[in-house]
Structures are given as structure tokens and as C-alpha cells.
């Protein structure tokens, strides 16, 4: 089993729908979780941090849930913008704290 | 600003064959990274280096060796190419501050024959 795991999608959504992605994680003493974005062919570059408590940017919100190990991320009134991959990464604790493993990435496609 | 900058963007080996990827990172940052990136695989970590003189396997470090030779600069080296490594390949940085943030190259792609 992969340490992080994604559904690799992808999501076709509309135009202005609301879509929500997660993403388990398999070591229970992770500290750190990020959203990146990855857009064709291109780096990836941070989205968010999700934060215990949860957390708000502009139409992102990002979730983390301990008890069950997984993270989510909910895009309101989807974009055209928006369509890209969306990865999620998760640190380890102590030895592992700066080893950054990457989920598959989940494909969004935003349609007109 | 340049950020992370890695060399060359484009390579294409025959198998068997050495070659080094270069990457240096002028923000001042302690950890870098080694990724590679196959269809459907997501970012797979490769080697990392917490601090300046410091390596780690990642989750595939077979076939691949890294040197960090300063704080900016993280080399990785194939010392003899497989098809099974063709791939892009990412390297990126990250400060102990803040959010912890990567930051990214802009990849380099390599073909193995």
C-alpha cells in the first residue's frame, strides 16, 4: 500500500459546481499536509496547507480528519482555471520529518 | 529571481551510460529533494538531504546516487542509465519556516534508449 493514496480521477465537473477531493495517508505520526496543484507539464506549486483545525482560501478549503487519516480539499464555483492536477503531501514525525511524500494526484477538468 | 534551477531540461542516454543532473536553489533553504515523475505515479522521492552533509533514501533510490555538495546545490547521478529511468525529474527546496513550502524546478526530462 502506497503511503499517501488518491484517487486518480478525473473529475469532470461544470463550470460553478462544488467538487471535493481526498486523500489517505498511512503513518499516523504525520505532522504536515499540503494541497499542491500541478498543471500540465509543469511543476507543482503549493496550493495550501491544511491545518488541524481546518482552513479557508477564497473558494479552497482543506480539511484534515487524524482519527482517519485522510485529508480533503473542496473547490467552490469550480473555474475553467481550475482544471490541473491536484496532489496532497504528507510529512513524517521525528527521522521522517523532512521526507515529503507525494500522492498520485487527482485530475480535474473544469467543462464550459 | 531564479529559485531552483536544475541542468539540463532535456536529455536522452543510451543504456548504460552515466550522467548527472544538476539543481541549486539560491533561497537560502536547508532541505532539497529528488522526485521523479511517471505517468499515473505521481511524484515518487528519490534522495533528500535535511541539512548541508546529510543524505536520505526516499521511497526509489535504487539505480541512483546524490551529492550534496553545498547548500545549493543537490546533484543526482545514474551510473548506468535503464530504460526503467526514463522520466522527469523534479528537484526542489524548503525552509524550516513557515509552512515548510517546496519549491520546484522546472524538471528535466530524460529519455533512456
Known amino acids: 500500500r502506497k503511503e499517501v493514496e488518491q484517487d486518480p480521477g478525473p473529475f469532470n465537473v461544470p463550470e460553478g459546481a462544488t467538487v471535493a477531493f481526498n486523500c489517505t495517508y498511512s503513518?499516523?505520526?504525520?505532522?504536515?499536509f499540503f494541497w499542491y496543484r500541478q498543471d500540465c507539464r509543469k511543476e507543482p506549486k503549493l496550493l495550501m496547507s491544511?491545518?488541524?483545525s481546518g482552513n479557508e482560501d477564497g473558494r479552497f478549503t482543506a480539511q484534515l480528519n487524524r482519527a482517519s487519516q485522510y485529508i480533503s480539499l473542496l473547490i467552490r464555483d469550480s473555474k475553467l482555471s481550475d482544471s490541473a492536477t491536484y496532489l496532497c503531501?504528507?510529512?513524517?514525525?521525528?527521522?521522517?520529518?523532512?521526507?515529503?511524500?507525494f500522492g498520485t494526484g487527482t485530475r480535474l477538468k473544469v467543462l464550459a | 529571481n531564479a529559485g531552483v534551477t536544475q541542468t539540463p531540461k532535456f536529455q536522452v542516454l543510451k543504456t548504460g551510460q552515466s550522467m548527472t543532473l544538476q539543481c541549486a536553489q539560491d533561497?537560502?533553504?536547508?532541505?532539497m529533494y529528488w522526485y521523479r515523475q511517471d505517468p499515473g505515479m505521481g511524484l515518487r522521492l528519490i534522495y533528500y538531504?535535511?541539512?548541508?552533509?546529510?543524505?536520505d533514501k526516499g521511497e526509489v533510490p535504487n539505480g541512483y546516487n546524490v551529492s550534496r555538495l553545498n547548500k545549493r546545490e543537490f546533484s543526482l547521478r545514474l551510473e548506468s542509465a535503464a530504460p526503467s529511468q526514463t522520466s522527469v525529474y523534479f528537484c526542489?527546496?524548503?525552509?524550516?519556516?513557515?509552512?515548510?513550502?517546496?519549491?520546484f524546478g522546472e524538471g528535466s526530462r530524460l529519455t533512456v534508449l
Open positions: 503531501v504528507v510529512n513524517g514525525k521525528g527521522s521522517g520529518t523532512y521526507k515529503y511524500i
Open positions: 503513518n499516523s505520526a504525520s505532522q504536515s
Open positions: 533561497m537560502n533553504h536547508n532541505s
Open positions: 491544511v491545518y488541524s
Open positions: 526542489a527546496s524548503r525552509n524550516r519556516e513557515a509552512n515548510g513550502e517546496l519549491f
Open positions: 538531504s535535511a541539512s548541508e552533509g546529510t543524505t
